[in-house]
């Protein structure tokens, strides 16, 4: 087998400095969230804050809206049962669908990660300027279309 002798410069690749990033946005969510006694993950963050904006999505849209899949979203949603943040509820339409509530503590918890949000973001875009911030963004938008014209080809 003839050896392939490609070098692969990671370090000027955006791949690890992306998932870097992502990793320490990840870390200070954690810590945020805990040094507020936020019993709470950046996913279920994420979750709570769909169901402010729309409250009695089906688990499909929520899926769909969250980027995962149906056995990982409904695993967090248990969890998040046994919280008492959200309560799920059998369509009247169809019976095979469930859509998804905040309960009166979880919109109670989502209004609580409010300022910690808002300084995460703060931090996140200190000393970036308004061109960086809108730059990046434009980038990331590249990339993630991209990935999804990649996954049309697969």
Known sequence: MKKDNTNIDFENSIGPWLGKTGKLVDYFFQESFKSKNLDLTKEQMIVLKKLHDQDGLNQNELA?????????????????????????????????????????????????????????IATMEQNISLEEKQQIIKIFKKIQTNFCIKAEHI
Do not use: A, C
């Not at 019976?95 to 300022?115: A, M």
């Open 64 to 120: 769909f809206l969250t980027l995962r899949n149906k056995s990982s979203l409904t695993r967090l949603l248990t969890k998040m049962e046994k919280k008492n943040y959200i309560f799920r509820k059998q369509s009247k339409e169809d019976k095979r669908i469930k859509n998804v509530y905040l309960t009166e503590f979880g919109k109670e918890i989502f209004e609580k990660t409010k300022p910690v949000i808002h300084n995460l």
